[in-house]
């Protein structure tokens, strides 16, 4: 049988999802997505709005909450906490990637 | 069936009281979580550990657990008789069944009334694969052939591993570190639940001449010196297609010379930029028309390139 193929489809800014969406992917209550919020450790596309819409990218770093809450039964502080500091990780390493790639490979 | 030793696994003695084994689990789990270790086995180990952790924390599965007897690690063994019957009749074999696939389906009474999950919408598991693939491929965008063991129920209420062929399409604009999502590609849900989906996290293998950042790239550029001095015309691969760059005269070593939009393509429109690092090579074999013309050039030359630290020199005598 021949396999079917399907699209992927990029988790990035350009699209955008509903609190209730970003529940349903990352497995966390809204209650618990809009502490992270509340925190500082997730950030809705505009904060006042009457329905929040999030980046596609923010469900990468939901997903990981979601993870995290589930294996290592965090609660939503140190979920927020744990959240800041992976992402600070994530900007060090690309910017550790960038900096090596400038490093010249060919000694003449 | 192999058998594993969960309180092995979990380092603790198999008289362990459910705060010494949740105590041991979390020590664990910190060390080897996929989003927190940088362990590249460490989402292996972490899966062990979780489900010795799902079996031995619950009393129920903790006594099944401990029915199934003391064995090796790895050694292939039988369950007592009466499970065969409970699960799936007889003749049920449990040859290809994984013994965390048999305990995390008696979540939910699954084993005794045959239905995993009760009523409950559950929604199917999500699952995440790094895909690898080339700098060509991130450029025009590429089908994966993917391949998975997923999780699923069958009629019976019993938990088994379903293996999973498709192939999946990836537009143009991927760069290292970059997630996708297949939606419904993970395991099924339950009940009227959501499937799950499939998350892929892409990687690009190392390329020969570039190097990459975001969706910029890196590229060594070798200048002899007196086209370094003189400015030249060069032609610069780019993933595109040979481009000529005009390199200006003067330029030095470790200057950066920046073609824009000859990076990676983004995925909805543009593209990165394409920086040639200038290096100076010098041939390390002469004739001896290139010496004698370095010679002239040398006693010709008034050029200094050392002129700062004469003066570094200078201003320390100044101050002692």
């Known amino acids: ?108 | 069936m192999k058998y594993k030793d969960y309180y092995q696994i979990l380092g603790v003695e198999r008289d362990a009281d459910a705060d010494a084994i949740k105590k041991a689990y979390r020590k664990l789990a910190h060390k080897y979580h996929p989003d927190v270790s940088k362990d590249p086995a460490g989402e292996e180990k972490f899966k062990e550990i979780a489900d010795a952790y799902q079996t031995l924390k619950d009393p129920d599965k903790r006594a099944a657990y401990d029915q199934l007897g003391r064995h090796h690690p790895g050694q292939d063994f039988e369950p007592p008789p009466d499970w065969g019957r409970q699960f799936g009749g007889a003749q049920f074999s449990f040859d290809d069944v994984d013994l965390a696939d048999l305990f995390a389906g008696l979540a939910g009474g699954g084993r005794q009334d045959g239905r995993a999950g009760g009523a409950f919408r559950m929604p199917g598991q999500d699952f995440e694969v790094t895909v690898h693939i080339t700098l060509e491929d991130a450029c025009r965008g590429t089908t994966v052939d993917l391949n998975l063991g997923v999780p699923e129920y069958d009629e019976h209420g019993r938990l088994h591993r379903e293996q999973r062929a498709f192939k999946a399409r990836i537009p143009k604009g991927a760069t290292d570190g970059q997630r996708l999502r297949l939606r419904g590609k993970g395991g099924k849900g339950l009940n009227g639940g959501r499937d799950g989906d499939l998350y892929l996290n892409i990687a690009l293998h190392p390329h020969s001449l570039y190097r990459v950042s975001g969706h910029d790239l890196y590229l060594d550029l070798p200048l002899t010196p007196w086209e370094a001095a003189l400015g030249a015309l060069i032609d610069v691969p780019t993933p595109g297609g040979s481009v000529r760059l005009k390199v200006p005269p003067g330029t030095h070593a470790g200057q950066k010379l920046r073609l824009a939009g000859r990076g990676l393509p983004k995925p909805h429109e543009g593209a990165g930029d394409l920086f040639a690092i200038v290096q100076i090579v010098v041939p390390t074999v002469l004739s001896e028309r290139e010496r004698d013309l370095f010679k002239q050039m040398a006693e010709a030359s008034n050029f200094d390139p050392r002129g700062h630290f004469r003066q570094e020199a200078e201003h320390a005598a100044r101050h002692h």
């Open chain 1, 1 to 108: 049988m021949q396999p079917d193929t399907t699209e992927a489809v990029w988790l990035d800014s350009e699209r955008e999802c509903s609190l209730l969406e970003l529940s349903e992917l990352s497995g966390l209550p809204e209650q618990v997505l809009r502490e992270l919020v509340d925190y500082g450790a997730l950030a809705p596309t505009d904060p006042g709005a009457a329905q929040w819409t999030f980046r596609a990218s923010v469900v990468v770093a939901a997903r990981t909450a979601g993870r995290l809450r589930g294996d290592l039964e965090l609660e939503p502080q140190a979920l927020a906490l744990a959240l800041t500091l992976i992402g600070r990780i994530r900007d060090l390493e690309a910017e550790l990637r960038g900096l090596r790639a400038q490093l010249p490979r060919r000694h003449a």
